[in-house]
């Protein structure tokens, strides 16, 4: 049986946020499967650092093998889907009032967009992959906006709400 609580401003506040960062990261996975030669592009370019400085210390980092750019190109999208999914199911729990259960699944979901983002773009390809000294293949503003954004959400949604939502141990 599922317990359900009253509708507050906060619950449909976090219910709305993960439902936007759901349909933001669907969008984004349906882009990247429909016209899947852009951002292949943009992840052989970034891996193969063709567009560095092309410093000798960090050359040695660099994918050149179009299977493997691909490989993690797809990688991505399949990390992408599965966020946009738990998403959804977490919007779906908020909007059934099932806060604990939504609280957790969405917790999950955005975790796994701040991973992507965060670690994915910002650390790897940022960093690792020197993506910040590309003029061309630069997505460090575009990572750090989504980032941000879904932390601001995962804060909204562990805000304590109700009686009920200080006592939850999610």
Request: no cysteine; hydrophobic share 55%; glycine share 8%.
């Given at each position: 049986?599922?317990?359900?609580?009253?509708?507050?401003?906060?619950?449909?506040?976090?219910?709305?946020?993960?439902?936007?960062?759901?349909?933001?990261?669907?969008?984004?996975?349906?882009?990247?499967?429909?016209?899947?030669?852009?951002?292949?592009?943009?992840?052989?370019?970034v891996l193969a650092m063709d567009t560095t400085f092309k410093d000798d210390d960090l050359m040695?980092?660099?994918i050149t093998n179009e299977g493997l750019q691909d490989a993690a190109y797809v990688a991505i999208?399949?990390?992408?889907?599965?966020?946009?999914?738990?998403?959804?199911?977490?919007?779906?729990?908020?909007?059934?009032?099932?806060?604990?259960?939504?609280?957790?699944?969405?917790?999950?979901?955005?975790?796994?967009?701040?991973?992507?983002?965060?670690?994915?773009?910002?650390?790897?390809?940022?960093?690792?992959?020197?993506?910040?000294?590309?003029?061309?293949?630069?997505?460090?503003?575009?990572?750090?906006?989504?980032?941000?954004?879904?932390?601001?959400?995962?804060?909204?949604?562990?805000?304590?709400?109700?009686?009920a939502d200080r006592t939850d141990p999610a």
């Open positions: 049986m599922t317990t359900t609580t009253p509708r507050g401003a906060l619950p449909l506040t976090a219910t709305l946020l993960t439902a936007s960062v759901a349909l933001y990261m669907a969008l984004v996975a349906l882009g990247n499967i429909t016209d899947f030669g852009t951002n292949q592009q943009f992840v052989r370019h040695w980092r660099a999208i399949a990390w992408e889907t599965a966020a946009a999914l738990v998403l959804v199911y977490g919007t779906w729990l908020w909007a059934r009032r099932d806060h604990p259960r939504a609280r957790r699944i969405s917790t999950y979901g955005l975790l796994m967009v701040m991973l992507l983002f965060g670690a994915g773009f910002l650390a790897i390809g940022g960093e690792w992959f020197a993506m910040w000294q590309s003029e061309d293949w630069n997505g460090l503003d575009a990572a750090t906006r989504v980032f941000v954004f879904s932390g601001v959400v995962l804060l909204v949604n562990h805000l304590p709400g109700t009686q």
